[in-house]
């Protein structure tokens, strides 16, 4: 606009200027007419031409040079940005008008374009920052790829898992260290190969294949089985496939295997005791069971039963401890074990039999499709193979019984009932001597064991029996105390023989280990009829007069009197024989301790009697 107001002032000037020339050649042509005495016809002329030339000033003025200011001042003020909406206006019947409304048109396009560019401007400013926050989202993906990477990296490669990847043709593409380990096959020899082909056993890869199709159609496989190492040596394994999916499409996969050999092992253990006993590994009782109503309601129509029983265990667990009893229970599993082998090996008529522990010294033998021959050829293998089973002295003796049964017709519990009332016969043949025998067998192992034993044993009887005639006591409790001397220390042998032999003085555990004997004592003789009553005395023989005695703290005449007797012989013996920690006291030494106790230990009626006829007993064996 400052241009055109310039180009306007210059025009003007320019009008001016050749006005100026048009008076000039005036006044020369009036002074032409001056000199040619026409006067008044210039003056005339010179008026016209300055009216004129107001004329032309005044009309330039008001209709060029004040419009033009006019449009200078509205276009000073011209803001798109502030007042987007501005026009210029101008006076009706201006010279200018076309000249105004072409800038108010240029003003309009103007305005629409610098909006359009404002909206531009916005929408690319709106773009560029959502440009910016998408680059920054694709930064952080990228970083949480590569995190995840490195993560999934640091996964497979560190994993205690064994971790197989491969493409889509099941051909290995990778695998960490644990795999190397596991199976020992190196990833030189398995690239780009079928992971099927190295672990997998030729004759079960199709169960390994079936496993494949399910990872490559999508699907997460949770499995276990049994794959090889390249030493041809199973392992057993739970077994992962997991696909490997872009766009839906699976490109592969892993295999992912964890040695749960120890865990299989702990299972079938566990499986094995809870249907075996933990002793002799036969059959349990349960299970036993189980098997035998299985038999009775299946196809099978005949069924016989053997049930074998250890006679006298209870004797040998109280006088030689359990450990020997279970060594007792183990032989004689054992040695029905070979019975049935040997009777059953070529036996068309049976397929094998059931051998189970039924309790604690009963066992069962069940003989699918057996017959009463069959049984009985079986229980006369069995009676020869149990016929010699020896502990040091002690003859371990075996009872049976046996019976068969018809599926169809008879009950299993008559089975059983006829079984047991068969060995119930069986048992009433065998002698209550045999017991007994059992019970002076174990007496003399002991003595085998420590022949002091034996000698202070007969002392005591032979002591016991004379001071029981001066005490005036019975023919037949004179016998028992002949025997209870033999007897009362038969509890010994349970004892350890370091304990018994010790050179010097028993210390306070080995001390409360050797007064078990008397308990010890009592079950093995309460387990022989005959010598029941004898088991009470020898309970008894270290109960002290004043209660203060062992095993159960007896006083006075609750003490059984032959028990009473015993405990003077008894300690009248061993403090006048020699011992390594100490030297034998004498015969009187021995009698004033007797003396001194009397009341406390001893019952003093008999210590009065024993030191009465001290000087006549004789300890040698009647």
Not at 87 to 93: A, F, M, W
Not at 297 to 318: A, C, P, S, T
Not at 491 to 498: F, Q, R, S, V
Not at 586 to 595: D, I, P
Request: proline share 2%; glycine share 6%.
């Amino acid at each position: 606009m400052k241009k055109l107001m310039k180009h306007a002032r210059q025009l003007i000037w320019t009008l001016l200027v050749l006005i100026v020339l048009v008076f000039a050649l005036q006044f020369v042509d009036l002074l032409d007419v001056l000199k040619q005495r026409e006067f008044i016809k210039g003056t005339i002329l010179i008026g016209l031409s300055v009216a004129s030339l107001g004329i032309l000033a005044y009309l330039q003025h008001r209709y060029i040079n004040r419009p033009l200011v006019q449009i200078e001042e509205q276009m000073e003020v011209i803001d798109v940005d502030i007042n987007p909406d501005y026009y210029l206006s101008i006076p009706k019947g201006s010279p200018l008008k076309t000249m105004v409304e072409k800038l108010n048109a240029i003003l309009s396009k103007t305005y629409t374009m610098v909006r359009e560019i404002q909206n531009d401007k916005e929408e690319l400013h709106a773009l560029n920052e959502e440009l910016e926050a998408s680059f920054g989202q694709l930064v952080a993906m990228e970083q949480e790829v590569t995190k995840q990477k490195l993560n999934f990296e640091a996964l497979f490669r560190n994993a205690h898992e064994a971790i197989a990847m491969f493409d889509h043709e099941h051909n290995v593409i990778d695998c960490n260290k644990p795999f190397v380990s596991m199976f020992g096959y190196s990833l030189f020899e398995m690239l780009g190969k079928n992971l099927d082909n190295f672990i997998s056993d030729p004759n079960h890869i199709g169960d390994a294949k079936v496993l494949t199709v399910q990872v490559f159609d999508g699907r997460q496989v949770l499995s276990e089985g049994v794959r090889y190492n390249k030493h041809g040596d199973s392992v057993e394994v739970a077994i992962q496939g997991v696909p490997m999916l872009i766009d839906g499409h699976v490109i592969g996969g892993y295999a992912i295997y964890t040695d749960i050999s120890e865990r299989k092992r702990n299972e079938r253990h566990l499986a094995h005791i809870s249907t075996h006993d933990y002793l002799t590994d036969l059959l349990n009782r349960n299970h036993f069971d189980s098997i035998m109503n299985k038999f009775y309601r299946g196809e099978r129509q005949m069924l016989g039963f053997v049930m074998i029983d250890i006679n006298n265990l209870k004797l040998v667990n109280d006088a030689f401890g359990h450990v020997v009893g279970d060594m007792v229970l183990v032989e004689v599993a054992n040695r029905i074990t070979q019975s049935a082998s040997q009777a059953f090996e070529n036996c068309r008529e049976v397929d094998g039999c059931i051998i189970g522990r039924l309790g604690s010294d009963e066992f069962g033998v069940l003989i699918p499709d057996s017959s009463k021959v069959v049984l009985e050829n079986f229980v006369e293998v069995l009676k020869v193979k149990c016929a010699n089973i020896r502990l040091g002295e002690v003859e371990i003796s075996v009872a049976y019984g046996w019976s068969e049964i018809d599926n169809t017709i008879d009950t299993l519990k008559s089975l059983l009932k006829n079984t047991e009332d068969n060995m119930n016969r069986n048992k009433l043949i065998e002698s209550p001597s045999v017991r007994a025998k059992a019970v002076y067998a174990i007496v003399n192992t002991l003595h085998e064991k420590n022949k002091r034993e034996e000698a202070h044993s007969r002392r005591v009887g032979s002591l016991s029996y004379q001071l029981g005639q001066h005490l005036g006591v019975s023919s037949r409790e004179l016998d028992e105390l002949k025997s209870m001397g033999l007897l009362h220390d038969i509890g010994k042998i349970a004892i350890d023989d370091h304990i018994l032999n010790k050179p010097d003085r028993l210390d306070e555990e080995e001390y409360t280990e050797i007064k078990k004997h008397p308990e010890i004592g009592y079950r093995i003789l309460s387990s022989v009829n005959e010598l029941s009553e004898m088991a009470e005395y020898v309970l008894c023989h270290h109960e002290a007069y004043d209660g203060k005695g062992y095993p159960r703290g007896l006083k006075g005449e609750e003490i059984p009197y032959l028990s009473r007797i015993i405990a003077v012989t008894d300690a009248y013996d061993a403090m006048t024989r020699d011992r390594s920690y100490r030297k034998a006291m004498t015969q009187k030494e021995a009698g004033e301790e007797l003396n001194r106790c009397a009341g406390t230990q001893f019952d003093p009626h008999i210590v009065e009697v024993f030191l009465k006829n001290m000087e006549t007993l004789d300890d040698i064996t009647i």
